[in-house]
């Protein structure tokens, strides 16, 4: 399984920004995804998760009503929509699947997620 992220770039205070992360390899069914990010001297903080249908969602409070998860498994991509983006959003950010599918409380730790992207870079000027 390979993960590829992309659509980080520079962007003003305010801004918005769409992270899409495609996945190849098997199948996805059942699984959970996710998105983390990391900022310069941290560590890797969960930021939101969806479940393989797509009707249950998770984000982490610092992201909450700003960012939506989605994805489309026909296509085997899942995104990461960021409006009202913040300095402190500055992070590298990386998609994860987890393909055992495990249960919503397990979402926001790293270890449940088996295969990672390579990561995007976003920066938020204030």
């Known amino acids: 399984v390979q993960l590829q992220a992309s659509g980080g770039g520079l962007v003003q205070a305010g801004g918005s920004l769409r992270l899409s992360c495609a996945v190849s390899g098997r199948t996805l069914s059942r699984s959970v995804m996710g998105w983390f990010r990391q900022a310069p001297g941290k560590e890797r903080d969960f930021a939101a998760a969806i479940s393989w249908s797509g009707g249950s969602t998770y984000y982490a409070d610092s992201v909450k009503g700003r960012f939506t998860i989605s994805r489309d498994n026909a296509k085997k991509m899942v995104y990461l929509q960021m409006n009202s983006l913040k300095p402190e959003d500055t992070a590298l950010y990386y998609c994860?699947?987890?393909?055992?599918?495990?249960?919503?409380?397990?979402?926001?730790?790293?270890?449940?997620?088996?295969?990672w992207g390579q990561g995007t870079q976003v920066t938020v000027s204030s």
């Open positions: 994860a699947v987890d393909l055992n599918g495990s249960g919503s409380a397990w979402w926001t730790t790293r270890g449940v997620y088996e295969y």
